[in-house]
C-alpha cells in the first residue's frame, strides 16, 4: 500500500539518498499563458475576530440569515489569508514567496479555483486564483455550481452556496523534492491551507464546510486539470442563498495552455495509483460514502490523567486572525530555556481539536488520535501523552525527558528536540478505511494538515511558536505503544517559545 511504500526509517533514508536538481527547480504558480487578470481588491478591510475564535467555532449554522453572498472583498480576504504572499525572501538561488500557510519545502503545489453565480462584483464564471499577482483569471464563462454539486453528491452545504472554492494539488512541484511522498504532501499543504480557509471565511460569516467526497473525475475535468499530473482535495462552500443553484450543464474540455512548470518532469506512478485508488466514480456513490462515521474509540484510562486548562475565553488574546495569519511563519529555532505554559498548550489543543466542519465529520467524531510528547511545559510533567479527547485530558503514558528521542522521530532535526512540546497526529487506518472506503486516507491525511495549521495559528494568536515536521513512521508508532499499536502517523507539530522574538506586526492589511 502506499502509505507503507512512503514511511521514512533511517535504514531507507541512507539507502536511497536524494539531490535536488536546482536547475530543474519547480515554479510555485500555475500560470495560464492567455488569460486576462482580473486584479483583486488590495486594500482589505481589517479583520475584527481574533485568531482564536475564528479557529475554533468555524461550525456551519443551522439558522440565521438566508443570503449571506460574498463579493470580491470579501473573497479577496479569504484567498490572501489562505494561499496569498506574506513575505518575499530575495535570495541569490531565487526569490522565495512565502503564503499565508505553511507548505513543505515552500513548494507552494495547491492551487485555488473558485465557481460562482454572478456576485455583485464578479460575473458567474469558474475562476483560477493566481497568487503571483492576486488576480482571478477566468476559465469558463457562465454558473458551473450544479456541475460542482452534482459531482459532491448533492451535499446540501455545497448546494445552497453562492460561491465553491475548489482545490487541486500539480504533483511535481512538490514531488521534485519529496518523490512518492508528495501525494502525502497534497493533504498536509492542503490541510494547513485549509485550516487558514476555515478560519478567515468562519470570520466572515461564510459558514466553510471541508468537502473531502466527489467525483474525481468530473472534478478535474471541470478545472481543466491534468489528471495525470493534477488532482483535486477538496471543495469547500461560501456563503449560503436561498436561491437554488442552475442545474448541472455540459462542461466543454479546457484546453487552456500553461507555463511548463520546469524544463523536465518526472513521473511517480505511486502518486496515480494512490490517487485513482481512493477516487470515487460518481455522484451516487459520494452521497452513499458521506454518510460514514468514525465512532470513538478511547481505552479506560491505565494512568493519570491531566486536565486541559484552555484559557477562559475571556482570557483568549484579541488580535485578530489576519494579524496573526500575517506574522506566522515557521519557527526556525527553538529556545530550550523556555518553557511552554500548560495553560498556552491546552488552549493550543483545545482549539486545534475543536470540531472540523467537514463531510467526514459528521456528530462531531474525528479520525484522528492525539499524542504529545512535552519537554518543557509548565504545570505538566515531561512525558508522553494521549489526549483524551472525551475527558479533555491528557493521559501519562509514560514520564520521563524525551527530548533525544523526539529529535531522532522528526527526522533527526533540532527543532523536535528543542520544542517545549511535540503533537503527533495519527490514525488508525483499518479502521478508517474500513468506514469510508480508501477515501478514508485522503481525509485522515487531510484532517491531520487541518489539525496542524490550526496549531500554527493558534501558537502564533498565543504568542509562541511552532512548526510542521517530518518524521520516522514506525519509529512514533513503536515510541506511543502499546497504547497506539497499529496506528499510522498523519501530521507532526513542534509547538515552543522561538529563539529570536517574532517580527512586529505589520500595520497595514495591504495585499
Ligand atoms: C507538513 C509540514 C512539514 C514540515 N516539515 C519540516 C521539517 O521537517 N523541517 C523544517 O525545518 N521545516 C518543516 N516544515 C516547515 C516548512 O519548511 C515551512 O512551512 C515552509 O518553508 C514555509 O515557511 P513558513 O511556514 O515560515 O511560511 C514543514 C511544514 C509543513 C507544513
Known amino acids: 500500500m502506499y502509505h507503507e511504500r512512503t514511511k521514512h526509517s533511517e535504514e531507507r533514508l541512507r539507502a536511497n539518498p536524494h539531490h535536488l536538481d536546482w536547475d530543474n527547480q519547480p515554479v510555485p504558480f500555475k500560470l495560464y499563458r492567455d488569460l486576462e487578470p482580473i486584479p483583486l481588491p488590495r486594500q482589505l478591510d481589517p479583520g475584527t475576530v481574533s485568531a482564536l475564535r475564528a479557529i475554533s467555532t468555524s461550525i456551519a449554522r443551522e439558522t440565521g440569515p438566508t443570503e449571506q453572498v460574498p463579493d470580491l472583498q470579501a473573497l479577496a480576504r479569504v484567498l490572501y489569508y489562505t494561499a496569498g504572499i506574506m513575505k518575499v525572501r530575495r535570495s541569490p538561488g531565487g526569490d ?4 499565508a500557510a505553511p507548505n513543505t519545502g515552500a513548494l507552494y503545489h495547491v492551487d485555488l479555483y473558485l465557481a460562482c453565480r454572478d456576485l455583485p462584483d464578479l460575473p458567474a464564471g469558474l475562476y483560477h486564483f493566481g497568487v503571483h499577482d492576486f488576480a482571478l483569471r477566468r476559465l469558463r464563462v457562465g454558473d458551473y455550481r450544479g456541475a460542482f454539486i452534482e459531482a459532491a453528491g448533492v451535499e446540501p452545504s455545497l448546494a445552497r452556496a453562492p460561491v465553491v472554492l475548489a482545490s487541486a494539488s500539480t504533483y511535481w512541484r512538490n514531488a521534485w523534492k519529496y518523490r512518492d511522498r508528495a501525494y502525502r504532501h497534497v493533504f498536509w499543504d ?6 487558514n480557509l476555515l478560519a478567515v471565511a468562519a470570520a466572515q460569516g461564510l459558514e466553510p ?5 466527489f467525483a474525481d473525475r468530473d472534478i478535474e475535468h471541470l478545472l481543466g486539470l491534468d489528471p495525470a499530473r493534477e488532482g483535486a482535495l477538496a471543495l469547500v462552500p461560501l456563503g449560503r442563498t436561498a436561491e437554488p443553484p442552475v442545474p448541472a450543464r455540459d462542461a466543454p474540455v479546457l484546453n487552456l495552455e500553461t507555463e511548463p512548470v520546469s524544463s523536465r518532469e518526472i513521473d511517480y506512478p505511486a502518486i496515480r495509483e494512490i490517487h485513482s485508488a481512493s477516487s470515487l466514480e460518481h455522484g451516487e456513490e459520494v452521497a452513499r460514502w458521506r454518510g460514514a462515521v468514525l465512532p470513538r474509540r478511547e ?7 491531566f486536565p486541559l486548562r484552555p484559557l477562559a475565553e475571556a482570557d483568549w488574546p484579541a488580535e485578530p486572525l489576519e494579524s496573526v ?3 506566522r511563519g515557521s ?22 481539536t475543536a470540531t472540523i466542519p467537514a463531510d467526514f465529520t459528521q456528530g462531531a467524531s474525528s479520525l484522528l488520535d492525539l499524542y504529545v510528547i512535552a519537554h518543557a511545559v509548565e504545570g505538566l510533567p515531561p512525558g508522553a501523552y494521549y489526549l483524551r479527547r472525551t475527558e479533555r485530558a491528557l493521559e501519562l503514558l509514560q514520564a520521563g525527558d524525551f527530548r533525544a528521542i523526539a529529535g531522532r522521530l522528526g527526522l533527526f532535526q533540532e527543532l ?6 511535540n503533537v503527533y497526529c495519527l490514525a ?3 479502521r478508517v478505511l474500513a468506514r469510508f472506503g480508501n477515501r478514508g486516507y485522503r481525509a485522515a491525511q487531510l484532517e491531520g494538515g487541518i489539525v496542524g495549521g490550526r496549531l500554527y495559528l493558534a501558537a502564533y494568536a498565543l504568542r509562541f511558536g511552532a512548526t510542521g515536521l517530518t518524521f520516522l513512521d514506525d519509529e512514533v508508532t513503536e515510541f506511543f505503544s502499546p497504547h497506539a499499536e497499529g496506528k499510522s502517523v498523519m501530521f507532526l507539530t513542534a509547538l515552543g517559545r522561538p529563539v529570536r522574538r517574532s517580527p512586529a506586526p505589520r500595520s497595514t492589511q495591504t495585499v
Open 416 to 421: 523536535p528536540a528543542a520544542a517545549g512540546a
Open 331 to 352: 519557527t526556525r529555532r527553538f529556545d530550550v530555556s523556555r518553557s511552554l505554559t500548560f495553560e498556552e498548550l491546552s488552549t493550543a489543543l483545545a482549539v486545534a
Open 299 to 305: 481505552p479506560d484510562p491505565q494512568s493519570e490523567l
Open 428 to 430: 488508525d487506518l483499518e
Open 190 to 195: 492542503g490541510g494547513t491551507l485549509h485550516a
Open 325 to 327: 495569519t500575517l506574522r
Open 96 to 99: 522565495v514567496y512565502f503564503r
Open 209 to 213: 464546510k471541508v468537502i473531502a467526497g
